[in-house]
């Protein structure tokens, strides 16, 4: 495992996520455990979790304040996320700054896919009443919204991007076509799946799953996948 991480490390197949928090223990956890811990082990991706208070120059630490102008909540500052970033960028490029924000763009599997070719990406977390504007206009490159409804924080938005991006790296997933076959990879959601048992209680899998004609198989998939996004997102076939 050690020498496949080094030589991925040095053929730079090695994506890079930092994300830029006020409360890192929340995503912690989040990376240290199932397929995000052994894409991390296995050298797939490296995440950094960074907290923006340690960028402070306050002896309480403290990163927001009043809003100019006037009005409830506070906005965080630029200097700590600016010095966070900076510090960052002094030792590599990065190919995008993620904001997560309910303004964004809404976050669609498309996007994911191009970002999982990327080597280097920094996500941004807001808090309050999120980041002063010029944060976003001097160093933020993308915007991103993973729904319509506000969140307490962008942290919970950060770790669905970052779950998303790293699931579809090479060799993360143990069945290599199992991501090529979600739902929203050819804008069609994914057809139903069963286990055993065959029957449970009278409730029976379909037969065709249990002929072993794998055309004939296919065939039925993709038209559950059809059905299914027809009935739930026809929004998708247009
Ligand atoms: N921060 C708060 N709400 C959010 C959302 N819906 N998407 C991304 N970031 C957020």
């Not at 950094?48 to 304040?65: A, C, E, G, L, W």
């Not at 506000?150 to 993360?172: K, N």
């Amino acid at each position: 495992m050690y020498i496949w991480t080094r030589i991925q490390q040095l053929i730079h197949l090695t994506m890079r996520i930092d994300i830029l928090t006020c409360v890192p223990n929340l995503l912690e956890s989040f990376f240290a455990h199932s397929i995000l811990k052994r894409a991390q082990q296995g050298g797939f991706v490296e995440v950094n979790v960074h907290d923006i208070r340690d960028y402070s120059t306050n002896k309480h630490r403290t990163i927001d304040d009043y809003a100019f102008g006037g009005g409830a909540g506070m906005v965080m500052q630029i200097e700590p996320i600016a010095r966070c970033i900076q510090a960052l960028q002094a030792d590599r490029n990065y190919d995008e700054i993620i904001y997560l924000t309910p303004d964004g763009e809404l976050l669609q599997q498309r996007a994911v896919n191009q970002l999982s070719l990327k080597g280097n990406l920094i996500l941004l977390c807001g808090h309050y009443k999120g980041v002063d504007q010029r944060v976003r206009d001097l160093f933020v490159t993308k915007e991103i919204s993973i729904g319509d409804y506000v969140l307490s924080g962008g942290e919970l938005a950060a770790a669905v991007l970052a779950d998303a991006i790293i699931r579809l790296l090479p060799g993360v997933l143990n069945d290599e076509t199992s991501a090529l076959t979600d739902s929203f990879q050819d804008n069609l959601l994914a057809p139903p799946v069963y286990t055993r048992p065959a029957d449970y209680e009278g409730s029976k899998v379909p037969d065709i799953l249990m002929s072993g004609h794998e055309a004939k198989i296919e065939e039925w998939r993709y038209e559950q996948a059809v059905k299914r996004t027809r009935e739930r997102r026809p929004d998708l076939l247009k």
